[in-house]
């Protein structure tokens, strides 16, 4: 039982010279389990480093997952637009299996003024595809998409759950953060409980022994996300929140957004693991 394992958004600002062989490194040294390599701004790996990283993450056992570039919108209405967001879901999902990253975390899509309906048909039908294509590959890592945190973008929960239930090859990566900042609410224990709940009763047992999560403080407004920040300047409820995860008996990878990245990712680790067992409160 691996349980739940805890890491950074990006390599630890701790780590000399900042590259991600150096990162997995580090994130072992500290005593963490897992980082997310961000490829938010594009890909730029080549597959010599790739293989680099592979060993690395293979010699040190942390695990590994990849967020694909901001940039992507399933529901662009130009067609060349829609090519280019699958390429890039595409090029992250390659380079990251070269990896052995067991995880691809994207944001969908915007809705552009479209209805929620007409958007998740959209959504689907060109992720799809690209799934297909994937499958073809034989890629097979878990694509992610993420909750999202403002209401301008798809990716509600429920959104994220359907398209899950709907596509082979999907899981969620839920961000408790933007859960939190798009709706003001799921920020005490049986709100983040009830999330849990969702995914058991949606996708079964098995999706809460492979979680994806993301974990940050976040400042929100009347439009959701704003920015994030770290945890003790937040609002953000995290011990119940962890003890919520460790109540479901919740495995896989929490990935900490904080500014300060491995300070809260230790801090999760720690107050996640000094929680008293089994205590069940539902
Ligand atoms: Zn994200």
């Known amino acids: 039982?691996?349980?739940?394992?805890?890491?950074?958004?990006?390599?630890?600002?701790?780590?000399k010279p900042s590259s991600t062989v150096s990162g997995i490194e580090r994130i072992a040294e500290l005593g963490l389990g897992g980082m997310e390599m961000e490829f938010v701004q594009g890909v730029k790996m080549?597959?010599?480093?790739?293989?680099?990283?592979?060993?690395?993450?293979?010699?040190?056992?942390?695990?590994l997952s990849a967020h694909a570039p901001y940039f992507i919108n399933f529901n662009a209405h130009e067609p060349e637009k829609i090519r280019a967001s699958q390429e890039r879901l595409l090029k992250t999902a390659?380079?990251?299996?070269?990896?052995?990253?067991?995880?691809?975390?994207?944001?969908?899509?915007?809705?552009?003024?479209?209805?929620?309906?007409?958007?998740?048909h959209t959504v689907k039908k060109y992720l799809a595809?690209?799934?297909?294509?994937?499958?073809?590959?034989?890629?097979e890592a878990w694509i992610r998409p993420e909750v999202t945190g403002k209401p301008s973008q798809f990716g509600t929960i429920e959104?994220?759950?359907?398209?899950?239930?709907?596509?082979?090859?999907?899981?969620?990566?839920i961000d408790f953060a933007h859960c939190h900042a798009r709706t003001g609410r799921f920020n005490s224990y049986p709100e983040?409980?009830?999330?849990?709940?969702?995914?058991?009763?949606?996708?079964?047992?098995?999706?809460?022994?492979?979680?994806?999560?993301?974990?940050?403080?976040?400042?929100?407004?009347k439009k959701g996300e704003?920015?994030?920040?770290?945890?003790?300047?937040?609002?953000?409820?995290?011990?119940?929140?962890?003890?919520?995860?460790?109540?479901y008996d919740t495995k896989g990878l929490v990935i900490c957004e904080s500014p300060n990245l491995e300070e809260d990712a230790l801090l999760l680790q720690a107050t996640y693991h000094n929680l008293p067992e089994g205590s069940q409160s539902s």
Do not use: W
């Not at 080549?46 to 695990?63: D, N």
């Not at 409980?193 to 994806?212: F, P």
């Open 1 to 15: 039982m691996a349980g739940l394992l805890f890491g950074t958004g990006g390599v630890p600002h701790s780590t």
């Open 46 to 63: 080549s597959e010599t480093t790739a293989y680099q990283v592979a060993e690395t993450a293979a010699r040190t056992g942390i695990k």
């Open 94 to 120: 390659r380079i990251a299996s070269l990896c052995g990253a067991q995880s691809i975390v994207f944001h969908p899509a915007f809705y552009l003024g479209d209805p929620p309906q007409k958007t998740y």
């Open 129 to 139: 595809e690209t799934l297909n294509q994937l499958r073809s590959e034989n890629r």
């Open 159 to 173: 959104e994220t759950l359907d398209l899950c239930t709907e596509l082979e090859g999907l899981a969620p990566c």
């Open 192 to 221: 983040f409980a009830s999330i849990l709940t969702q995914v058991k009763e949606r996708l079964g047992r098995a999706a809460l022994d492979n979680m994806h999560l993301h974990v940050s403080g976040i400042n929100y407004g």
């Open 226 to 247: 704003i920015r994030h920040l770290n945890l003790r300047e937040s609002d953000l409820e995290y011990t119940e929140l962890l003890r919520a995860l460790k109540d």
